[in-house]
Each structure stands twice: as structure tokens, then as C-alpha cells.
């Protein structure tokens, strides 16, 4: 007869393998939960059943979850969803782990810009861009060039994005190629254009809401954005167009990284693999999640149209030095605050 004590030791240890197990084959991810439905049904559900694995999830803006990311030392997720000044901030304080490229081989077929925008650390997943939009029926001629923001008939007509906001810096950089300096190395004469701008300025807007407010109002006809807040700025006003400028508007990368004490190394790399894989970034270009940095993938016009989409657009886009822009940002939220009395 077996000893009961051994039965029961032997449950013990059993028990403990299969938490063990259970442990091992949990991947928990950092991002943002929007559009939960349809990542849901396009990543999260497919991933499981290919990996036999468990997804959990931590979600937040960027600056909250790189904090609790910095506050465990790199510990506590497997991946982290970032967009690529926040992604930055978390290089330069240590808190990833290269790219292993060897395990993640569908990098190799996305756009350069996207394979290895930070020097070894994680892909961009998703490119976007900083523009300018503005209102085609009350704005002539087109805007066709950054300089045009400040043209005197646009006068008391502009909104710009916060100095705090995504975009905001963005506009210190313009502002000095306009006056033919670099404003990381000096951004005296940057901060005198944006001097000159301000008779042009109505507002700084810091969500995308109140930039599409104060369009819907009237308030403003032209605005720096992002290219996501289109549709939903031309379903209340129809009129704004997108500008084409012919000096290139600005990438945005959303990147995904594997922080230094990620538990679970190996399938980290097999998700990214997963989501840079052609076949579900058209899957979610098509269904109004990301735009595709896949070279590969094939849009229709209709299906493109909302996106940063192909090689032609991506070539032309201006790239922003994040390591740069985060040693420069202080003294430029500063002067910026001066300037329009914030």
C-alpha cells in the first residue's frame, strides 16, 4: 500500500509542476486596450491557440506604464507597446533587451524605417505622421509646405498641438529648419519663429478632441494632428483636407520592446514575430486598427486612404532624433510656456 505521506507529497510537487507550467506559459503584454474588441480578435485569440499559451495584460498610457516598468527595474512584463519617444526614454534608462532578429524573422520584410528604429531594440509595429490639416473651404491656397503656418492671411486661424503633447516638440524642429538652424544644437532661432507665429495662434489644443472642436466651432481653420484623428475630424467637418506637403511630414513609430527582466523571453520573441507578420497587418489595416509597416502588404485606395501607407509616403517622412529631442524638451516646454503665457 502506498504511504499516504508520499501521495500526498507527490500531489504537492505534482501541483507545483503545473503551476510552474501554467507560470511558464503566461505572456504578459503592455499597451494601451484600444480598439479591445478587434485586437482581441485578431491578435489575442489567434496568438493563444497558436502558442498554447495564456496573454495578460497591462494597460495605460505610455508615461504610466513605462513608470511601473522603470519602478520594477524592467520586471513584471514580457512586452511593452510604446510609442517611439517613450519607447527611447525607456533605452536610455536600460530597461530593454535587445532584439534578438534571428527569432523574429518577419522583420526583415518591413520598411527600413521600421526594422530597427532605435539602434537594436524593438520594430515598429505601425508607422503614422505628424501634418498639417486645414479647412479646404475657408483656407486659399492650399497649404502645401510647413512655412505656409506662418502666412499673415492665416492670421488669428491656427491651433498648435501642446508643448507637452506628441506633436508639440515637432513644432520647435520646424520652426528652426525655417530659420536654417537645428534646433537641438540651437533653438534660439526656432523659438523667434515661433515668436513670429504667434499672431496666427489661437490655441494650444493637448487631446485630439479639442483640436476637433475647435475646427467644429470655427474657432481655427488650420492645425498641426496626427494622421489617426483624421477620419473623425473630416466626419465633423468634412471640408478639412490633409495637406501634402512637399517638405514631408513627420514619422510616428509605435514600437514594441521586451523589457530586461521579462519572464518570458522566447515567446515575447514569438509575438513579435506574430504581430509583424504580412497576412495580420493587412488583416488590421483593413479593419481600421494600425497602418501596415509589412512591405508586402497590398491596400486598395479605399482601404489606404485613412494610413500612412506604401513606400512612396513612408520615404518622404521626416524622422525625429528622440535621444535629441528628450535632452532638449525641458528648456523647450519652458521657453515654449513663455512665449504663450502658459
Known amino acids: 500500500m502506498s504511504n499516504p505521506r508520499t501521495l500526498i507529497l507527490a500531489a504537492v510537487s505534482g501541483l507545483a509542476l503545473t503551476t510552474a507550467s501554467a507560470q511558464a506559459e503566461t505572456l504578459t503584454i503592455s499597451w494601451w486596450g484600444f480598439n479591445g474588441e478587434k485586437l482581441d480578435q485578431f491578435i489575442v485569440q489567434p496568438f493563444q491557440q ?67 528604429p532605435q539602434g537594436g531594440y524593438g520594430p515598429a509595429y505601425t508607422i503614422g505622421r505628424v501634418g498639417i490639416v486645414y479647412d479646404a473651404a475657408k483656407v486659399d491656397p492650399a497649404i502645401t509646405k510647413w512655412a505656409d503656418l506662418w502666412r499673415e492671411d492665416l492670421a488669428s486661424q491656427v491651433s498648435l498641438p501642446g508643448i507637452t503633447t506628441t506633436a508639440g516638440p515637432m513644432v520647435v524642429m520646424i520652426a528652426g529648419e525655417k530659420a536654417g538652424t537645428d534646433a537641438f544644437e540651437n533653438a534660439d532661432p526656432a523659438f523667434a519663429e515661433i515668436e513670429a507665429l504667434k499672431p496666427n495662434v489661437v490655441k494650444n489644443y493637448n487631446t485630439g478632441s479639442e483640436m476637433i472642436n475647435l475646427f467644429s466651432t470655427g474657432e481655427i481653420t488650420v492645425s498641426l494632428a496626427q494622421d489617426f484623428a483624421l477620419g473623425q475630424l473630416k466626419a465633423a467637418v468634412p471640408t478639412v483636407e490633409w495637406a501634402e506637403l512637399e517638405d514631408g511630414a513627420i514619422a510616428t513609430l509605435n514600437t514594441v520592446n521586451i523589457p530586461k527582466g521579462a519572464a518570458n523571453v522566447e515567446l515575447a520573441h514569438e509575438f513579435i514575430n506574430f504581430i509583424l507578420d504580412p497576412e495580420l497587418q493587412k488583416t488590421l489595416a483593413q479593419n481600421g486598427v494600425d497602418a501596415p509597416v509589412a512591405a508586402s502588404v497590398e491596400l486598395t485606395p479605399e482601404e489606404a486612404a485613412q494610413w500612412t501607407y506604401g513606400k512612396e509616403m513612408i520615404d518622404g517622412l521626416k524622422r525625429v532624433d528622440y535621444s535629441k529631442l528628450n535632452a532638449s524638451k525641458d528648456a523647450w516646454v519652458d521657453r515654449w510656456n513663455e512665449i504663450f503665457g502658459m
Open 50 to 116: 497558436q502558442c498554447g499559451c495564456e496573454l495578460v495584460f497591462e494597460t495605460g498610457n505610455n508615461a504610466d506604464r513605462l513608470n511601473k516598468v522603470k519602478i520594477r527595474n524592467g520586471e513584471g512584463v514580457d512586452v511593452i507597446y510604446l510609442t517611439d519617444s517613450f519607447s527611447q526614454l525607456g533605452i536610455a534608462e536600460g530597461l530593454f533587451q535587445p532584439i534578438d532578429r534571428s527569432k523574429v524573422p518577419n522583420i526583415e520584410g518591413l520598411y527600413d524605417l521600421a526594422q530597427d
